[in-house]
Nanobody, 126 residues
């Protein structure tokens, strides 16, 4: 079982940037697709971005395209989410998750993922 720990959240002004990291334990991290999701108070968890096991396929929610960049380093068992031009509506708890049996049509669905981190808070002030 892979264990995940997110870091890098914080408070930033609108227009600013943050870089989130997801560190994974376990030797088989490279076999997993990794996704980032977020959940704001009173809202459902929503898809942000995902990257396949080899990094060749990347997916973004329309709301973050052009502003967020997901990347992975399998040698270091980490996945990063670079977030630029942040908006107040980006405020949420951000979670990373892993999916062993990734199916592209389900990559944006939280229920498709096998393990989750504890989340990191991102707050964007206006």
């Amino acid at each position: 079982q892979v264990q995940l720990v997110e870091s890098g959240g914080g408070l930033v002004q609108a227009g600013g940037s943050l870089r989130l990291s997801c560190a994974a334990s376990g030797r088989i991290f490279s076999r997993y697709a990794v996704g980032w999701f977020r959940q704001a108070p009173g809202k459902e968890r929503e898809f942000v971005a995902a990257i396949t096991r080899n990094g060749l396929n990347i997916y973004y929610a329309d709301s973050v395209k052009g502003r967020f960049t997901i990347s992975r380093d399998n040698a270091k068992n980490t996945v990063s989410l670079e977030m630029n031009s942040l908006k107040p509506e980006d405020t949420a708890v951000y979670y990373c998750a892993v999916d062993l049996d990734v199916v592209p049509s389900r990559i944006s669905i939280p229920a498709a993922y096998d393990a989750w981190g504890q989340g990191t808070q991102v707050t964007v002030s206006s």
